[in-house]
């Protein structure tokens, strides 16, 4: 899986949309969408969710490092 893959990947785990995701990569939203339509490919996941937890699942993503928006649209960081 590329970097950028990878990048996206921490994105959703983090919960955020394909929009989101690309204005903080500086990409475009379909290009998220074409990445993520790759993964799920490469991984043979039905949707997004799965493919984070088979990449969280092989240690591409480590929890501990990811951030998760709380529920009042706070930034926590998950320690494990």
Same mark, same amino acid.
């Given at each position: 899986?590329?970097?950028?893959?990878?990048?996206?990947?921490?994105?959703?785990?983090?919960?955020?949309?394909? $929009? #989101?995701?690309? !204005?903080?990569?500086?990409?475009?939203?379909?290009?998220?969408?074409?990445?993520?339509?790759? @993964?799920?490919? &490469?991984?043979?996941?039905?949707? $997004? #969710?799965?493919? !984070?937890?088979?990449?969280?699942?092989?240690?591409?993503?480590?929890?501990?490092?990811?951030? @998760?928006?709380? &529920?009042?649209?706070?930034?926590? $960081?998950?320690?494990?």
């Amino acid at each position: 899986m590329t970097d950028r893959e990878l990048e996206i990947l921490a994105g959703v785990a983090e919960g955020y949309s394909n $929009r #989101t995701i690309g !204005v903080r990569l500086g990409i475009s939203e379909q290009t998220v969408k074409n990445h993520l339509a790759k @993964v799920l490919q &490469r991984l043979r996941a039905p949707d $997004r #969710t799965s493919a !984070v937890v088979i990449s969280l699942h092989n240690g591409w993503l480590d929890l501990s490092r990811l951030q @998760v928006m709380t &529920r009042d649209g706070e930034l926590e $960081r998950r320690v494990a």
